[in-house]
């Protein structure tokens, strides 16, 4: 019904910046809530940000906070993660999601339906 094609990700060193982008395809787009996930080698899959499907609120994971921005435009079917600040262990396999859900549903408890296929953020020291 959804897919999900990730890009933007590469190699940055600590304190750039990068923007990665998540092109949706499927019907609609502005009813699915939207994350931003990522996973490390060895480690859990964690949540980074989330979005409703207007838009109109945000919430990112505390070790982000202030640094990055999760947007999307519902006319481009595209969601977007403006990462500052980078950090050695922002270094991830990042992957955008999409989750059909209730509009009272805390959006870092989400589960998501459809999944990308993730793109590698390296960060450097």
């Known amino acids: 019904q959804v897919q999900l094609v990730e890009s933007g990700g590469g190699l940055v060193q600590a304190g750039g910046s990068l923007r990665l982008s998540c092109a949706a395809s499927g019907r609609f787009f502005n009813s699915y809530a939207m994350g931003w996930l990522r996973q490390a080698p060895g480690k859990e899959r964690e949540f980074v940000a989330a979005i409703r499907g207007s838009g109109g609120s945000t919430n990112c994971a505390d070790f982000v906070k202030g640094r990055f921005t999760i947007s999307r435009d519902n006319a481009k079917n595209t969601v977007y993660l403006q990462m500052s600040s980078l950090k050695p262990e922002d270094t991830a396999v990042y992957y955008c999601?999409?989750?059909?859900?209730?509009?009272?549903?805390?959006?870092?408890?989400?589960?998501?339906?459809?999944w990308g296929q993730g793109t590698q953020v390296t960060v450097s020291s």
């Open positions: 999601a999409a989750s059909w859900t209730r509009a009272t549903m805390p959006l870092n408890t989400l589960r998501y339906d459809y």
